[in-house]
């Protein structure tokens, strides 16, 4: 009796996975031509996998295609980044590859039906703007105030933006624009822009899928707002970056001088903005502001030397070599895609021991939060402590020493 039992509440767990599935599945059927897929296979359930596994396919094959028609578009245009005295690199290479961010954003919406329009607009006016500024200077006011028009906008899409509220919201934009433009700051060597958002999508991906499982095991209220296809946010979209950020590796994740292309602001800012809304996501279902633990190590790192410059006296929009990973490639003369491991590590540990290892409590969240920031801030202190003093050298060679 129980054994039937159990096979019978084994049989409901499956069947409402398997609406869930169809419930995502849909979309397709109302979009472009691979829809009839579905309705071919629709009612077997050993192939919605197969549904899923060939869209990618395909969303993977026409991204390497515009990438690649986007470096014919940049070669002839000469869309380029010359090196200088402060540049990790010293061949002239395409600027802009990242723009396949953007354009990974689109070919989903176009994929699984426009589902987050207003995010759509967002990621587009700021990496449109960046690229911009990519072939030529903005001013600085040109792009603060787009990036925080695109904040709003993704603000909007979720739920967010009500003015009774106002000095919360404008607090949160504040924090959005500054986390954007951390993450631009931390792009300075071969393959760390897509290594690391690979860092932070796939934990986010892991715990998208297994919120249902997560949140039945929390003592707080996280279990009472878990949707009916248990995630935070629509899976194909992470999925979709992933794939965008994979396409940017072939042509970037390369040793200092081999790299086809640099992502480039656009690349590098709309990252940023699509790993912060889909972050958002995570935050405003839970409540739970830790989950910026996900973001910890660019954090600490971007944080730091953004203080370290202030103390000196700098232009903050000036170009640099202070960050511990340009000290790592350049000062220490360790590989590039040596110092990107290192960091996609870092964040994987800390990401996953958060999801997998931290007790769901509040209290546990934060004391883990707090626990690692104070880690790596005392590793970053340390290393600077030791190896600061090769930068300063250096800039004393160039006559620049701040």
């Keep these: 009796m129980k054994q039937n039992q159990l096979k019978r509440e084994n049989k409901k767990v499956v069947d409402s996975l398997f609406d869930s599935l169809i419930n995502q599945c849909e979309p397709l059927t109302y979009t472009i031509p691979v829809h009839f897929f579905c309705i071919t296979l629709f009612f077997n359930k050993a192939h919605i996998h197969f549904i899923f596994m060939a869209t990618y396919i395909i969303i993977f094959v026409l991204l390497l295609v515009a990438e690649l028609v986007y470096f014919r578009i940049a070669d002839k245009c000469n869309i380029i980044d010359k090196p200088n005295q402060r540049s990790s690199h010293s061949t002239i290479v395409l600027r802009g590859g990242g723009i396949i961010f953007l354009i990974g954003a689109w070919v989903w919406s176009a994929f699984f039906g426009f589902e987050y329009p207003w995010f759509l607009a967002g990621v587009t006016l700021i990496a449109g703007v960046s690229f911009v500024d990519d072939i030529r200077s903005l001013p600085d006011s040109v792009r603060l105030v787009a990036q925080f ?37 931390m792009d300075g060597i071969n393959g760390i822009t897509a290594g690391y958002a690979l860092a932070v999508l796939l934990p986010l991906g892991l715990l998208n899928t297994n919120y249902h499982e997560l949140a039945t095991n929390l003592t707080t209220n996280y279990s009472s707002i878990v949707s009916s296809d248990g995630v935070f946010v629509d899976q194909s979209l992470i999925v979709a970056s992933i794939i965008a950020a994979l396409v940017f590796c072939i042509f970037n994740f390369r040793p200092k001088g081999k790299a086809k292309c640099f992502a480039g602001d656009v690349g590098s800012i709309g990252i940023a903005f699509i790993m912060l809304f889909l972050l958002g996501n995570v935050i405003i279902k839970t409540e739970d502001i830790t989950w910026l633990i996900f973001l910890l190590v660019y954090g600490v790192d ?88 090769l930068h300063e050298e250096y800039l004393a060679e160039l006559g620049v020493l701040n």
């Design 302 to 389: 971007g944080c730091l030397t953004i203080i370290h410059r202030i103390m000196l006296h700098e232009n903050l929009g000036e170009a640099h070599r202070k960050h511990a990973y340009q000290i790592m490639a350049n000062e220490l003369k360790i590989g590039h895609v040596k110092v990107t491991l290192l960091y996609m590590a870092m964040q994987l540990i800390v990401s996953l021991g958060f999801i997998y290892l931290c007790p769901n409590t509040v209290l546990c969240h934060w004391m883990y939060l707090i626990g690692a920031l104070a880690v790596l801030a005392v590793a970053y202190v340390l290393f600077m402590k030791k190896y600061y003093h």
């Design 149 to 185: 028009a695109a904040a709003a906008m993704a603000f909007y899409q979720l739920d967010i933006l009500h003015w009774e509220m106002w000095w919360i919201v404008l607090v949160a934009l504040v924090v959005y624009v500054g986390a954007t433009n951390v993450i631009n700051f």
